[in-house]
Nanobody, 115 residues
Framework: QVQLEESGGGLVQPGGSLTLSCAAS????????MGWYRQVPGKERELVAT????????NYADSVKGRFTISRDNDKNTLYLQMKTLKPEDTAVYYC????????WGQGTPVTVSS
């Protein structure tokens, strides 16, 4: 079955960097658009970034443009999110998403930006 396993979250100071990873299995990773979303308790889950399967076309939320970079390694079935110049408002649980059928989600990895 489809599995998405995020890793790399943690506590970081404002201005710091983190790279999240999402290991995918159970489907043809290279054929599907993938994305990162985030959610703060009490708020709706919001799109952070997406990347298409072949051309690797990327799309970012305005709030992260210029600071975050989404990428993928189709040989390793892994999705990445490089986050730089982190701000306290980036604090959230970050979810990996596969645009396959109705969509699949990972379990999430928490990111806390705080001094």
């Amino acid at each position: 079955q489809v599995q998405l396993e995020e890793s790399g979250g943690g506590l970081v100071q404002p201005g710091g960097s983190l790279t999240l990873s999402c290991a995918a299995s159970g489907f043809d990773f290279s054929s599907y658009t993938m994305g990162w979303y985030r959610q703060v308790p009490g708020k709706e889950r919001e799109l952070v970034a997406t990347i298409t399967s072949i051309r690797f076309t990327t799309n970012y939320a305005d709030s992260v443009k210029g600071r975050f970079t989404i990428s993928r390694d189709n040989d390793k079935n892994t999705l990445y999110l490089q986050m730089k110049t982190l701000k306290p408002e980036d604090t959230a649980v970050y979810y990996c998403y596969a645009l396959k059928g109705a969509g699949y989600w990972g379990q999430g990895t928490p990111v806390t930006v705080s001094s």
